[in-house]
């Protein structure tokens, strides 16, 4: 399904399967209407019931600011109508107190500072071992040889899983992952992880381990320990909102380097422009390009009255681009003067693992530029497929076929 309008007697359509980009439509909203009475998905195979009667979306930085810090007008609770029926009552959905005790307890955990340790002990060794795999081969498609596969082993060792459940733990995150497309196997996938889950916590119980799901079952505020529902919730969600946005925005940016020959030379030769870098390519190519919100009073954003009960979409991948923020925001530039974008939300529900998600996309580059050398894409990988970021709501790169020499 296509939505076209016109700029300047030129059309400007927007594909919502995502199979072309959306940035030329996005660029025409924040110029014509970036509070915008309409949608941006398709609700054609979703039951009248469910649909939105009254739906708005925001595509400029500052709207999207405004509602993401404003969280009693812009509440995100009918995420429990929505992900809540796969994955429970989670952060996500939660405001208030219950949101404040609730990511107090989990976010030690996920600290820049409590991550350290991770590095030198986890995230280094299992991307060093990704690469090394694939070294001497030459050539790889790296969404499959790297991308989705080195957060996926990471978050397993942080969670403490045996090493032994990789393959499970991979084929239940992959379906959980895919229940846009595919709901019977991320429903049946969403029913295994919870007794999976459980049974981890159980043996933490009877004897605690130094692992994040240990941290979460030892976690205490003022004598409250969370229970085995929430623990399971939270570890749920992790999958989607850590591994999936980990290997989709680490796609992008290696697509973005590789599409870039000569930034990907710089970066290579400057490791120093790696943190800046993987901040530019998560403003150019947002991973996950809107959220939602709910209004629960009528309120004024843009110089548009929008009532209570609307649906608002913020569009963070359209905000990412706002040429009143950024510099040719349509650049990938990754020298450009930093500036904070807005790919982890902001406000109360701000990415509790965006520390995390750096941390672990800086090591993947060092170990990937510290064993191959010359990389490159390959455009034309023998099968009439071309590689690119595909996607609305989720973009990533449909592969990326490179060829390389190992370094001596
Ligand atoms: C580049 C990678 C990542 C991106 C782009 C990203 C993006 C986001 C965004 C946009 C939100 C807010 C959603 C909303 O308000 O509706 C969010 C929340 C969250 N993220 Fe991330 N995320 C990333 C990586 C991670 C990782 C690695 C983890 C943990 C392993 C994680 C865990 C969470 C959690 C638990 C929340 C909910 C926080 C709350 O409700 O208070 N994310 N993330």
């Given at each position: 399904?296509?939505l076209?309008?016109?700029?300047?007697?030129?059309?400007?359509?927007?594909?919502?399967?995502?199979?072309?980009?959306?940035?030329?439509?996005?660029?025409?909203m924040?110029?014509?209407d970036?509070?915008w009475h309409g949608s941006l998905?398709?609700?054609?195979?979703?039951?009248?019931?469910?649909?939105?009667?009254?739906e708005w979306v925001?595509?400029?930085?500052?709207?999207?600011?405004?509602?993401?810090?404003?969280?009693?007008?812009?509440?995100?609770?009918?995420?429990?109508?929505?992900?809540?029926?796969?994955?429970?009552?989670?952060?996500?959905?939660?405001?208030?107190?219950?949101?404040?005790?609730?990511?107090?307890?989990?976010?030690?955990?996920?600290?820049?500072?409590?991550?350290?340790?991770?590095?030198?002990?986890?995230?280094?060794?299992?991307?060093?071992?990704?690469?090394?795999?694939?070294?001497?081969?030459?050539?790889?498609?790296?969404?499959?040889?790297?991308?989705?596969?080195?957060?996926?082993?990471?978050?397993?060792?942080?969670?403490?899983?045996?090493?032994?459940?990789?393959?499970?733990?991979?084929?239940?995150?992959?379906?959980?992952?895919?229940?846009?497309?595919?709901?019977?196997?991320?429903?049946?996938?969403?029913?295994?992880?919870?007794?999976?889950?459980?049974?981890?916590?159980?043996?933490?119980?009877?004897?605690?381990?130094?692992?994040?799901?240990?941290?979460?079952?030892?976690?205490?505020?003022?004598?409250?320990?969370?229970?085995?529902?929430?623990?399971?919730?939270?570890?749920?969600?992790?999958?989607?909102?850590?591994?999936?946005?980990?290997?989709?925005?680490?796609?992008?940016?290696?697509?973005?380097?590789?599409?870039?020959?000569?930034?990907?030379?710089?970066?290579?030769?400057?490791?120093?422009?790696?943190?800046?870098?993987?901040?530019?390519?998560?403003?150019?190519?947002?991973?996950?390009?809107?959220?939602?919100?709910?209004?629960?009073?009528?309120?004024?954003?843009?110089?548009?009255?929008?009532?209570?009960?609307?649906?608002?979409d913020?569009?963070?991948?359209?905000?990412?681009?706002?040429?009143?923020?950024?510099?040719?925001?349509?650049?990938?530039?990754?020298?450009?003067?930093?500036?904070?974008?807005?790919?982890?939300?902001?406000?109360?529900?701000?990415?509790?693992?965006?520390?995390?998600?750096?941390?672990?996309?800086?090591?993947?580059?060092?170990?990937?530029?510290?064993?191959?050398?010359?990389?490159?894409?390959?455009?034309?990988?023998?099968?009439?497929?071309?590689?690119?970021?595909?996607?609305?709501?989720?973009?990533?790169?449909?592969?990326?076929?490179?060829?390389?020499?190992?370094?001596?």
């Amino acid at each position: 399904m296509t939505l076209s309008t016109e700029s300047d007697g030129h059309p400007v359509a927007l594909d919502l399967t995502g199979e072309t980009s959306p940035y030329p439509f996005f660029e025409y909203m924040r110029r014509t209407d970036p509070v915008w009475h309409g949608s941006l998905s398709d609700h054609s195979q979703m039951p009248e019931e469910l649909r939105p009667n009254d739906e708005w979306v925001l595509f400029g930085y500052d709207g999207v600011f405004q509602a993401f810090r404003d969280d009693r007008i812009f509440t995100s609770a009918e995420y429990d109508k929505s992900i809540g029926l796969v994955m429970g009552h989670t952060i996500l959905a939660m405001g208030g107190k219950e949101h404040h005790d609730h990511r107090n307890l989990v976010a030690k955990a996920f600290r820049a500072t409590a991550l350290e340790r991770w590095e030198p002990s986890v995230i280094g060794p299992v991307c060093d071992e990704l690469v090394d795999e694939i070294k001497n081969d030459g050539h790889a498609d790296l969404v499959k040889a790297v991308t989705f596969e080195f957060p996926t082993r990471i978050i397993s060792v942080l969670l403490g899983l045996p090493a032994e459940d990789l393959e499970l733990f991979r084929r239940l995150s992959l379906d959980l992952i895919s229940i846009p497309s595919d709901i019977v196997a991320g429903l049946n996938a969403a029913a295994e992880l919870q007794g999976y889950f459980l049974n981890q916590v159980e043996q933490r119980r009877r004897k605690l381990t130094d692992d994040i799901i240990g941290d979460l079952v030892a976690a205490e505020i003022d004598g409250e320990k969370l229970t085995d529902e929430a623990i399971i919730a939270f570890l749920r969600l992790l999958l989607p909102a850590g591994l999936e946005t980990t290997y989709r925005s680490s796609g992008n940016l290696l697509y973005s380097l590789l599409t870039h020959p000569e930034q990907l030379a710089m970066v290579y030769q400057d490791r120093s422009l790696i943190p800046g870098a993987i901040e530019e390519g998560l403003r150019f190519e947002t991973p996950l390009t809107m959220v939602m919100r709910t209004t629960t009073q009528e309120v004024e954003i843009g110089g548009k009255t929008i009532p209570a009960g609307a649906q608002i979409d913020m569009c963070m991948g359209s905000a990412n681009r706002d040429e009143s923020r950024w510099t040719d925001a349509n650049t990938f530039d990754v020298r450009r003067p930093r500036q904070a974008h807005i790919a982890f939300a902001g406000g109360i529900h701000m990415c509790l693992g965006m520390h995390l998600a750096r941390m672990e996309t800086r090591v993947m580059l060092n170990s990937l530029f510290d064993r191959v050398t010359d990389l490159a894409f390959v455009p034309d990988d023998g099968t009439g497929e071309e590689s690119r970021i595909v996607g609305l709501t989720f973009r990533s790169p449909n592969k990326l076929p490179v060829r390389f020499s190992p370094v001596a």
